[in-house]
Structures are given as C-alpha cells and as structure tokens.
C-alpha cells in the first residue's frame, strides 16, 4: 500500500477546518524568497530596536538598497525557476517518463528537476545573506545593544513566516502569541488594568506585566528555533544524486510529511503552552475572569470555526433585552450563562486538543479501525452540539409562555444545526457508530 494509498479522510472531521497549511509569502510581489523585510517589517524592527526618526533616516538610503535587491533578486529566480520548469514541461510532452525511456532522456529530467530545487534553495540563501548584511550596517552605523541584531532576525522571521489573522483556519499553528496579547491588551476589560502600567502602579500589577512580558519573550525565542527549522528544510542544497522524487512510494517521501507533521506539533505545542503560561499568570494577577477571557480568546484564535458563538450566547443577549424579564428571571439567567459558558469552554478545550492531534496523523499511516483520538474529537464536538441545545432549553425555561413566543420570535426557527454547535463528517459519523445520535440530535434543533 502506498503512502498516497494509506491518506485517509478521518482526520477531515469538521468541514473546512483542517486547511492548507502552505504560508503565504510575505510580500505579494515575491515568488521565490519566503523572509524579506517590506516597509511595514523595517518600520516594525526599527520600533522594535528604539531607532527614532533622525536615526531611522541614517539607514534609509541602506534599506532602500537591500530593498532593491531583494526585488531583483526575486525577479531573476523566478525567471530561472520558470524556465527550468517549462522545459521539464516540455521534456514530458516530448516523451512521457518510463523505465524503458532511454538513458539520456532520464538524465535530462533528473537535471531538470533538480535544477528547480537548486535555484530555489540558492535564491533563499542569497536572500538571507542580504539580510544579515543589512542588519549588520544597521548595527555598525548606529552601535546597536549587544542582542539587538539576534531580536530584529527573530522578529524578521516571525513577521514573515506566523499570521496576525486570527480568523485564518482551524487548528492554525502559525499565529504570532506577542500580537495576539496585544490585542487581548487593547480588547479585552478584564486586561484593562495592565495597559498603563508604570513604575508607580502597584507591585502586584508591575510584577504581572513583568511575568506577563517574560512569558512572550520565551515563546519568541522557542518559536524561533521551529521557523529556523523550517526555512532550513527549503534551503537545503541537496547533492544531485540525493535529490528527492516525491514518488508516494519513496521512503523520502515519507519523511517529508512526518518532518512537516513534528513541525506542525512543535508549533502548535510551543503555542499553547505559552498561552496557558499567559492564562496561569493572569488568573494569579488579575482573577479568574481574566484568565478565562484570555482562553476564549486563544481558542478563537485558533479555531475560529470550532469556538465560534453558539445560538446559547444570542439567546442570552436577546433574553436580556426583553421588557417584561423581571430581576429572578435575570439572575437566575445570568447564573446559567456562567454555567454554560465554563462548560463550553471545556468542551472546546477537549476538542482543540484532540483536533490537533488528529492534524498531526492526517498524513500518516493509520490503522482501519477508529483511534481513541477519532473518537474524543467526534465526540468533543457532539458535547458542544449538545451542550448548546439543553441551554436553549433552559434559557426558555426561565420564561412565561408569552416571554419565550417572543424570544424565539427574535430568534428564528427552526434554527440550523450549525447554531448549535460544528457538524461532524458522516463519514466519522458511520466509523464510530454515532451517526444515530448525532441524527437525533438534529432532529430535535430542527423540531425546536
């Protein structure tokens, strides 16, 4: 059985989740480099480096040389890709590749294949070269800090190569954790506290940011040692005779995508164990509700389809608005609330964590029968669907008659299963004998 033979569809449970994981390169206009430093990266390695406006100007004229070079760089790889590549092309049309196709034809196909790679791999390490030159005439023009160059690299990587876009795709190793605080600093009430820390504020609070800071700091540098591992992987300049075929029955093959598998969990493990070191800290620093804030918001973050509001949250938000809802009826409402909303977040916790672990076997062999981690995702997310649906319940239940007609007026009805909570592959469904179940279950949100 080959390894394109073992693919199977049980790690693509929830519709649309487990998306390309290919970055996006940094700048439209590159082809062939994957680390470049745009105007808004040399803006932020300035800022990020103390260099103010009269001795950002010292450097402009350098950066504006990189700048041009990098450009040129990019257009005369892409030329020499395109052309590699093209006249593959035009060797397959020629004669299609077989064992019994003569010697001098297969030698032509190897050259040009590996003649792709090379000029990608070279292009790259150019690139890097001009980057360390120009942060190094950074450094010699304005005597730079001792670690300044290593901090703007790391944050030259990470600009490049994680998101900043926390509704990209489910399961997303990629995001920036130090943006994703600072949003959580500029949204977030319960982090109000943090944002005008200064020397005079409490000890209690200075120390949190100092925690708080300190925890980021070593998520940058953890981080960096997995991006550096990745772009090495597409800098390799392999010898001719050890290029890759990426044939589904070449044990290199295989090692690829479980090379790319430990990236991805290292990335992602390297993520959420900072996180919870952020949510550890503020829980200690500034109560529960911080820290509870903070998990919600990396769970969307991560998986913007799978923690997304449910129908319980819009119902919540409309009950309150009724005009005859008295006190009892409110508190007892907001208590359930509370309720629901810990639980869910524990459900969602569940289902990340087994979904990611699902993402890491997408491309490895597995056996035929359902693994335990199957069935606690499928299960996960039969949790929140339920979950969701008693709620609504409940909420109703604190009403009169009269109440609940008009706040399911507001509402809608039937509701769509996906209000409730993320729908599941039938295909798992069938695997782990909860196609019945899970059926029922809709059956009920549809009959309200």
Not at 204 to 229: F, G, H, K, Y
Not at 278 to 296: K, N, S, T
Request: glycine share 4%.
């Amino acid at each position: 059985m080959t390894c394109c033979d073992r693919l199977r569809p049980a790690a693509l449970l929830l519709a649309g989740a487990l998306c390309s994981t290919v970055p996006a390169q940094p700048h439209p206009g590159f082809k062939v480099l994957d680390v470049v430093v745009d105007k808004p990266v040399f803006d932020s390695v300035c800022d990020a480096l103390s260099i103010d406006e009269t001795r950002r100007a010292k450097i402009l004229a350098d950066y504006e040389a990189y700048w041009a070079s990098v450009q040129e760089l990019d257009r005369a790889s892409y030329s020499r890709v395109l052309d590699a590549g093209l006249r593959e092309i035009e060797l397959h049309a020629s004669s299609p590749r077989s064992p019994n196709a003569p010697v001098e034809w297969n030698q032509r196909h190897d050259e040009l294949s590996y003649q792709y790679t090379r000029v990608m791999a070279s292009a790259k390490l150019q690139g890097d070269q001009l980057l360390t030159q120009w942060l190094a005439g950074i450094d010699e023009k304005l005597q730079l800090d001792d670690n300044a160059v290593d901090v703007a690299s790391r944050l030259v990587r990470r600009m490049n190569l994680l998101s900043c876009n926390e509704e990209a795709e489910d399961f997303n190793a990629k995001l920036d954790l130090r943006i994703l605080f600072e949003r959580a600093l500029d949204d977030e009430a319960e982090f109000a506290v943090l944002r005008t820390v200064s020397l005079g504020s409490p000890n209690t609070l200075i120390e949190a940011r100092v925690d708080l800071m300190s925890i980021l700091q070593d998520w940058e540098i953890a981080i960096d040692a997995v991006l550096l591992d990745r772009l090495a992987e597409g800098r390799h300049l392999r010898p001719f005779h050890k290029k890759i075929t990426l044939g589904p029955d070449d044990n290199e093959y295989d090692n690829l995508i479980r090379a790319w598998a430990a990236r991805f969990g290292r990335s992602y493990d390297v993520f959420t164990a900072h996180a919870d070191g952020i949510a550890v800290a503020a829980e200690i620093a500034l109560g529960a509700a911080a820290a509870d804030a903070w998990r919600d918001r990396v769970h969307r973050a991560l998986c913007p389809q799978l923690a997304k509001p449910r129908l319980p949250e819009q119902t919540f938000e409309q009950l309150k608005k009724l005009p005859d809802l008295t006190s009892e009826q409110l508190l007892a409402a907001e208590s359930l609330h509370a309720q629901y909303s810990a639980q869910q977040r524990n459900a969602v916790a569940r289902a990340i964590d087994a979904g990611s672990r699902l993402k890491r076997m997408q491309f490895i062999a597995q056996p035929d029968h359902p693994t335990r981690v199957e069935e606690i995702f499928a299960e996960s997310l039969y949790d929140i669907h339920a979950l969701s649906k008693r709620t609504v319940r409940a909420f109703l239940g604190l009403l009169l008659p009269d109440q609940a007609t008009a706040l399911q007026k507001h509402l809608g009805k039937p509701a769509s299963p996906g209000a409730y909570g993320p729908q599941i592959n039938r295909n798992m469904l069938n695997r782990l004998n909860l196609r019945t179940d899970y059926e029922n279950l809709e059956l009920s949100s549809k009959n309200g």
